[in-house]
DNA sequence: AGAAAGAGTGTACGCTGTCCACATTGATAG
DNA sequence: CTATCAATGTGGACAGCGTACACTCTTTCT
């Protein structure tokens, strides 16, 4: 981060200040959430007068556009990490089971140890599926957990009939359970704990997307 | 909502500032979230001086806390209004899926339905299971839904060893749906399309409690 | 060299939450 | 019946926020 005024800075251009005020809007939303990305703040920080952002950023809302996306990136990223973890040599139809795990618990790890990040990465309600956000495959994190179920009914573990929207189904469940972990009753537990109720939760989507015996409740509305 | 100033009013007192107050934040609340709960906005809308709700509110926070548990309150009356449709002659094992379903209903319901009050119900991580917050039954949302659970487990729909937990794993899928549906990228589809999903939410969840076959994936970490 | 365009500055406005001192009231004690 | 007191509402003020407008400094392009 340059210099923190005009006088000390000495020269009267930044250098690259689009860059900076995107950096340190990271930094504010990591340590605080979405309402912490504050443009007078992160002007402060860059060494610049308020004003000056409006040179890069139509308004504040525009910034948080850009760390949202830079988040969402870093979620992707996240997920990826966690997929590529997986040992190379499983039979397909484990692997596909193992990818989707990979991606909710890539998922609620972000969560967990980024909320800042985490929570800003869904207070705009766009970008989730459009070109940005996106990690090193150029997938969103909602389009890395629709290729791990493509790849499942690939696998033969999900009946193509079910794959549709199958996507919003799991999504729910693992967004949920972040969000009762961040800030909901369930903040608090420590990291163990937090990995055994994902997992859990991620049997119930599995056993609830494959679908046992008899399928929907019949007579249901 | 009574007289807009002092001058109009007539009196100097205003008769019951709070509960103007809070409805006024409820209104508010209703229309644009918890953000949209102003302090200064709802004073104006009372025909009062800002610095009178101070006298009854300690700041903005218990402003909001107080419309909160109301919002919470309201979800659970939903709630319960949706197990009260539920016909009552059903046998037990099949009134206690309903139930439970009911549950789950009502909720995404309420959320699709109030969006504004729904993000402020949950705008406070606190008071999801305090004593505020509840319906005519005296349970709050978190408790209507553990009390289908419990119900489900004496019919014998699931087994007690799956038991503890089970309310953060359904209300995980629940409310993420519900985030999806009303500022995810689920928001613009109809009130039957989401019903439907929401629908096929519940069976995923009714499956993947009861557990299938087999139990949990061998071999997760 | 001079003009044009880009980037940062300075000033100002309205909005917010909140603090302080003051005014008005209804209830209560003598 | 009146003096007092606690509750309640008013008025003015301050800092912080987002943002609009006019200005200046610097680089670049003719």
Redesign the interface.
């Known amino acids: 981060m340059p210099d923190r005024d005009t006088s000390r800075r000495g020269t009267y251009r930044h250098g690259d200040l689009r860059r900076t005020l995107l950096e340190v809007g990271i930094a504010l939303a990591r340590a605080g959430g979405p309402d912490a990305v504050v443009l007078r703040e992160a002007t402060r920080r860059a060494g610049v007068v308020p004003n000056a952002a409006y040179r890069h950023f139509a308004d504040r809302q525009a910034l948080l556009n850009a760390v949202c996306s830079t988040a969402l990136s870093a979620l992707a990223i996240a997920m990826e990490a966690e997929i590529a973890a997986l040992p190379h040599d499983s039979p397909p139809l484990a692997a596909a ?1 193992a990818r989707l ?1 990979a991606v909710g618990t890539g998922y609620l790890r972000f969560a967990q140890a980024e909320p800042g990040l985490f929570r800003t990465a ?1 207070s705009v ?1 766009d970008n ?2 459009g070109p940005a956000g996106v990690g090193t495959s150029g997938l969103t994190p ?1 389009g890395l957990l629709a290729a791990a179920l493509d790849a499942l009914v690939a696998a033969g573990a999900l009946p193509p009939e079910r794959r549709p ?1 199958a996507e ?2 799991a ?7 972040a ?2 972990v961040i ?5 608090g537990l420590d990291r163990a704990q937090i990995h055994d ?1 994902g ?3 991620l ?11 008899g ?3 019949p007579g ?1 509305d």
């Open positions: 089971r795990r869904f309600p989730l599926d909602f929207g919003f189904l999504w729910s469940a693992v967004h949920g359970l969000m009762l800030d909901g009753p369930l903040r109720l997992q859990r939760l049997d119930m989507v599995e056993q609830g997307l494959a679908g046992g015996g399928g929907p409740t249901r």
